[in-house]
């Protein structure tokens, strides 16, 4: 407990020393990239389908397919190599993943079709959905216990960076779009931007190495017969199945808020845009140049708001508690998420798209903190990942969903403002997944203030007893 009181006497990073930082620094970025990808192939998806798709397909319903492809190998990955990481190590994870997500995210540029596309997108997703459990673990096994809290908050912070650099990319892209880059084909350039963290791969594997409490546990699980990266174990006793079952179902709710709403922003965003440009009589070659700087525009100021977000939770989770920050911020990514897709109406309420990222993505801050705490290290990769990524599975649902409750909303419908009312209602109604967080907060535990669940002596490879968290 002294260890972490002293956390609150003083910053986090006051307690790192260089091989902490270094560990720190190459987790964020991993992660980071990973965040830029992502975002890239929101910012690029209306551009791939017109590109791709025959004239006269239905570009949204393509693109909630896209994206539903995408999401599924996304849940494929991190069930598969968090328990890899688990059992072989973070690092060599960790280094496998990046370079398979960027390699993946430069073939996506020379897609001929939505069939090839969506194959590159799944494999992506695989790359994609390993990151976050094996960052999340390499840091709360390779920093102190007083810094792990400030520390992973921080490094779900940082991954906003990489979706703001995702939205100035747009920018720019959309500025030389017409002129050094062929009209329609600055989706193919955002793909081949987010190959580029490849490089990151070279200095993982040649520097990063595991961490020493993971070594030694590894070594002692050995002696012992304790499994790592077993769901047999994870599902088998029953104080790790609680903590997974529940920990899903509170990652449900903001995976498929967040995936199955709130990234569908730009398609609004570039309907309003469009609306308000052809009533300013700009002429249809200019109208798609500025959409696609528009969505950048929303993209970043959605990530400064999600940056201050996941920083506010992380303090207020220090102060207040895991589940009473996870209660208030379930309640206001609901409200954001419904007000913004009702009220949004022109370019002067893009000041909307920094409350809904605050809100929505703050719970991404939380996730990094209290997933680790659920989990021993032997598991702690792997439950993690199986908490975040399970819910993508009804995550990649929620485009489809998306598209089709739009579609029985539209029923008739014949004119653009009568669709996009009908998209408005289709989203304010799927937001009530935010609540879904609530039921599960009820019967998790409180983990502030106490150290890591363990099962196992790294010293004598012996069962030791677990920390009981205090409700």
Not at 157 to 178: D, K, P
Not at 264 to 269: A, I, N, T, Y
Not at 287 to 315: E, P
């Amino acid at each position: 407990m002294t260890a972490l009181k002293s956390a609150a006497e003083g910053p986090w990073w006051r307690q790192l020393n260089r091989g902490h930082w270094f560990v720190f620094v190459v987790a964020s970025l991993a992660w980071l990239f990973d965040c830029l990808d992502q975002q890239l192939f929101l910012l690029a998806r209306n551009g791939a389908m017109k590109a791709l798709l025959p004239a006269g397909a239905d570009l949204k319903l393509y693109g909630g397919y896209a994206t539903t492809i995408f999401v599924l190998g996304w849940a494929t990955g991190g069930l598969i190599f968090g328990a890899v990481g688990d059992r072989i190590g973070r690092a060599k994870t960790l280094t496998l993943m990046v370079l398979l997500y960027a390699v993946c995210t430069g073939l996506s540029a020379f897609s001929r079709g939505w069939l090839d596309f969506a194959l590159f997108r799944f494999v992506t997703g695989l790359g994609v959905g390993g990151v976050f459990g094996l960052a999340v673990a390499l840091v709360a096994d390779g920093l102190p216990e007083s810094s792990r809290t400030g520390a992973l908050g921080m490094l779900q912070a940082l991954s906003a960076i990489g979706n703001i650099a995702a939205g100035c990319i747009a920018i720019i892209l959309g500025n030389l779009e017409g002129t050094s880059i062929p009209a329609g084909q600055s989706w193919k350039y955002m793909f081949l931007i987010g190959a580029l963290p490849a490089f990151l791969c070279v200095f993982i594997q040649m520097r990063l190495k595991e961490p020493d409490k993971w070594v030694q546990a590894r070594a002692a699980g050995k002696l012992s017969g304790l499994k790592f990266g077993s769901y047999g174990s994870l599902f088998g006793e029953p104080r790790w199945r609680k903590g997974a079952l529940l920990g899903m179902l509170l990652c449900i709710a903001g995976v498929v808020g967040l995936w199955g709403i709130g990234f569908f922003s730009p398609e609004l965003v570039g309907d309003v845009i469009t609306r308000s440009l052809k009533s300013e009589g700009v002429g249809p070659d200019k109208i798609a140049q500025q959409k696609t700087i528009w969505t950048g525009v929303n993209m970043i100021v959605q990530n400064l708001g999600a940056f201050c977000g996941m920083l506010c939770f992380t303090k207020a989770a220090q102060a207040f508690g895991r589940k009473r920050t996870f209660a208030v911020a379930y309640v206001c990514a609901f409200i954001a998420t419904v007000g913004y897709f009702h009220f949004f109406n022109s370019k002067g309420d893009i000041w909307m798209s920094f409350i809904m990222g605050f809100c929505q993505l703050a719970l991404f801050a939380g996730f990094a903190i209290y997933l680790p705490e659920l989990f021993p290290l032997r598991l702690r990769s792997t439950g993690t990942s199986f908490c975040y990524n399970v819910g993508r599975f009804i995550a990649a649902s929620g485009p489809f969903t998306l598209g089709k409750l739009q579609a029985a909303l539209a029923a008739g419908a014949t004119t653009d403002a009568a669709k996009l009312t009908a998209f408005r209602t289709a989203a304010c109604y799927l937001s009530a997944v935010f609540l879904l967080g609530l039921v599960a907060l009820i019967f998790l535990p409180e983990t502030k203030g106490q150290p890591l669940p363990e099962d196992l002596s790294s010293e004598s490879g012996k069962q030791t007893p677990v920390p009981v968290p205090a409700r």
